[in-house]
């Protein structure tokens, strides 16, 4: 019979050439045995039972293959909750929780009305309803897998206050009577080229859906489709936040014509430019 230990010994051993090969093996462990790190580190002598070292191997094999360890495991943590997660959902990326903290900043923390434009697994429109308890909150997105998801991640997290929307970009809000009655438009929309798209790492292009990371020829067509059409949803004051991709900063800043005032880009930690913010003239 194996132990803990064991276990987590063999996954160190199976995974050697992955990077993060020490704290992928400890996630492995615990999610295919489901016991805490408490348990990790106080009974690495315990025994495991033949199902537990069944769902071990094959969560391993799977990592082994190049499946991205969100996708074997379900779930990836973002603003420091458990974020669901299947293949066909972006799995939330840490830069983005720059656009929680800025949305946060902004926010009067009064009745707002706030739009979260593609929101894959939710995670934005959750995180800040968590935050803003009396924000009204509606998520869209194309995508009914992704949909299903935000929906299973609010209730997982208890938030009762989000509406969820099909439908393509602004498409989704129609007939909804929103028009200049929002105070936030937030997306992590795709921006990735076609180009770029062939260059990125396997785990990524072969595993994560190209329809939520690939925006177009440019990689800018659905930012431009987002700050044409905010505007008429918009309040007087009320913001555009949107994440954007390396090298786009110049270019998106050139959208904002005159019904805009104060735009205004914001670097992540690793001092790229990642946000825009734009608000829509009073
Ligand atoms: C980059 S992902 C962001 C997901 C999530 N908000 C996050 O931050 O991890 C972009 C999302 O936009 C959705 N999407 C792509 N094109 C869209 C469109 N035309 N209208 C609405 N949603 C779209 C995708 O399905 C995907 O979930």
């Known amino acids: 019979m194996s132990t803990i230990r064991e276990l987590y010994t063999e996954a160190l051993s199976l995974l050697k050439n992955f990077p993060d090969a020490s704290v992928e093996s400890k996630v492995l462990v615990l999610k295919s045995l489901a016991i805490s790190e ?69 926010s009067t923390r009064t009745e707002e009305v706030i739009i979260d434009i593609g929101t894959g697994s939710g995670n934005i429109a959750v995180s800040l309803a968590r935050e803003l308890p009396k924000a009204r909150i509606l998520a869209t997105d194309i995508s009914p897998e992704a949909l299903k998801t935000a929906r299973m991640n609010a209730s997982v997290h208890k938030v009762s206050r989000i509406t969820f929307l099909k439908g393509n970009l602004f498409s989704a809000l129609s007939g909804l009577l929103l028009e200049e009655q929002c105070d936030f438009i937030v997306s992590n929309p795709p921006y990735v080229t076609e180009c770029q798209w062939e260059t990125l790492q396997d785990e990524i292009r072969l595993h994560e859906p190209k329809k939520a990371l690939v925006s177009g020829k440019t990689g800018r067509e659905i930012i431009e489709r987002l700050a044409s059409g905010a505007p008429n949803f918009l309040k007087q004051g009320g913001y555009l936040c949107m994440e954007i991709g390396l090298g786009q900063q110049d270019d998106v800043l050139n959208l904002f014509g005159m019904e805009w005032e104060r735009v205004d880009s914001f670097k992540d930690l690793s001092g790229i430019p990642r946000l825009v913010i734009a608000q829509k003239i009073i």
């Open 38 to 106: 408490e348990v990790f580190y106080s009974y690495p002598d315990r025994h495991v039972s033949k199902s537990e070292k069944q769902r071990f191997y094959e969560s391993v094999l799977k990592r082994q293959q190049g499946i991205p360890l969100s996708y074997v495991v379900g779930e990836k943590e973002f603003w420091s909750l458990p974020f669901k997660v299947s293949p066909g959902v972006l799995i939330p990326r840490p830069e983005t929780e720059h656009l929680v903290e800025k949305v946060l900043e902004l």
